[in-house]
């Protein structure tokens, strides 16, 4: 069974960049399907990026289009987010998340898709 445990999170200012981490233990993290979530105080918890197994296929909500990039390093067993431009919205605990894909051509973009999640990091975007 695979443990996702994520890092990164901080207090920093609007429009700044910061990358999160999710190392992945018990598990080939390239084998699965990848997504982040994010939940912000008295909200349901969203949908940030997802990144499917094996390829390069990436979907990304519209609220992050074109400023976050998720990507992985296999070799480090690693999944990231790179935020950059972050604004207030922003704010939120953000968690990892993994599952065994259907195919491996699929990206999966709901919370009940995955099997797998981190405990979360806290991302604070202050203005």
């Known amino acids: 069974q695979v443990q996702l445990a994520e890092s990164g999170g901080q207090v920093v200012q609007e429009g700044d960049s910061l990358r999160l981490s999710c190392v992945a233990s018990g598990g080939t993290l390239s084998s699965f399907a990848m997504g982040w979530f994010r939940q912000a105080p008295g909200k349901e918890r969203a949908f940030v990026a997802a990144l499917n197994a094996f390829g390069g296929i990436a979907e990304y909500a519209d609220s992050v289009k074109g400023r976050f990039g998720i990507s992985r390093d296999d070799a480090k067993n690693t999944l990231y987010l790179q935020m950059n431009r972050v604004a207030s919205d922003d704010t939120a605990v953000y968690y990892c998340?993994?599952?065994?894909?259907?195919?491996?051509?699929?990206?999966?973009?709901?919370?009940?898709?995955?099997?797998?999640w981190g405990q979360g990091t806290q991302v604070t975007v202050s203005s």
């Open positions: 998340a993994a599952r065994h894909p259907l195919n491996y051509g699929l990206t999966y973009a709901t919370r009940s898709d995955y099997h797998y």
